[in-house]
């Protein structure tokens, strides 16, 4: 009896994984947990080919695979940063809706809370003694610094990622390395509303969120920050969305009342 002749093709050949493909998975794992983190810069092509066993060219082809997706970035002088793929997906839509539309920075800082609360809570539990030492250290920079200036500005942005940092949770930190680049916007109105007369203010609720950090007190932490987050709302809904911004936060009125008055910035 005849038998049926076999279908053709209905397997495919079995070949070798291509040694690009492997380094770059092993690029994207150690960027997924956190071993590479964002800002970190890759050994070099000829330190990486050493410590896998392949060549630079199998290095150089996995490492413009993961450029292409967004993971990493070569930069002037040669050096390859890891970036979050997160931040280019949310630097333009993000920036552009806040620098047209002032009144989405309220949104952003809604966000903001529902996030960096969190943040706050798991750096609580998670901070480790160089986290800890990472935020003192800016908290003593900005002490010198005055809100408003490009310095304290850098300084503060740092001491919120520091926070996301300390949570040691992957994601949150790309997240927030995402939102770093809508800041600007975000400064733009904070510069209006918040002077050098609140400066006080807002290094102890700095401190605040720190000492509850320190302290492992998770409830405090993230009461600080929800604290300090909706101060900042506050202030600049009343100081700088508003049309009339002669129009001052009752804080305003207490500060004058001590010899302090606050300055009318205008853009």
């Not at 839509?93 to 960096?116: G, N, S, T, W, Y």
């Not at 003192?136 to 919120?160: N, T, V």
């Not at 930190?173 to 800041?183: D, N, Q, T, V, Y």
Request: aromatic share 6%.
């Amino acid at each position: 009896m005849r038998q049926p002749s076999k279908p053709q093709n209905l397997f495919s050949t079995v070949t070798p994984r291509k040694i690009p493909d492997v380094v770059y998975k092993q690029l994207v794992s150690l960027i997924a947990n956190g071993r590479l983190k964002p800002g970190e810069k890759l050994p070099s092509e000829r330190d990486m080919a050493a410590d896998m066993g392949v060549s630079r060219q199998s290095i150089r082809e996995a490492i413009n695979q993961a450029r292409t997706v967004g993971l990493i970035e070569v930069r002037q002088g040669g050096s390859t940063v890891v970036v979050s793929s997160v931040k280019e997906q949310l630097k333009t839509p993000l920036a552009i809706i806040l620098e047209e539309q002032a009144d989405k920075i309220i949104e952003f800082i809604d966000i903001r809370e529902l996030f960096e609360s969190w943040c706050a809570e798991k750096a609580a539990v998670e901070a480790k003694p160089v986290d800890l030492r990472a935020m003192q250290d800016l908290l003593q920079r900005m002490e010198k610094l005055q809100p408003g200036e490009a310095a304290w500005e850098k300084a503060d942005l740092s001491f919120h990622s520091a926070i996301a940092a300390a949570s040691h949770n992957v994601i949150a930190i790309h997240i927030m390395e995402g939102l770093r680049a809508s800041f600007n916007s975000y400064f733009k109105a904070k510069k209006f509303a918040l002077g050098p007369e609140r400066k006080d203010l807002l290094h102890r609720q700095h401190q605040s969120i720190f000492m509850a950090i320190k302290q492992k007190n998770q409830q405090a932490a993230r009461d600080h920050m929800l604290e300090h987050l909706e101060y900042v709302k506050e202030v600049i809904r009343r100081d700088f969305l508003r049309p009339n911004r002669k129009r001052r936060h009752p804080a305003a009125a207490r500060e004058k009342k001590t010899g302090s008055a606050l300055k009318e910035d205008r853009p």
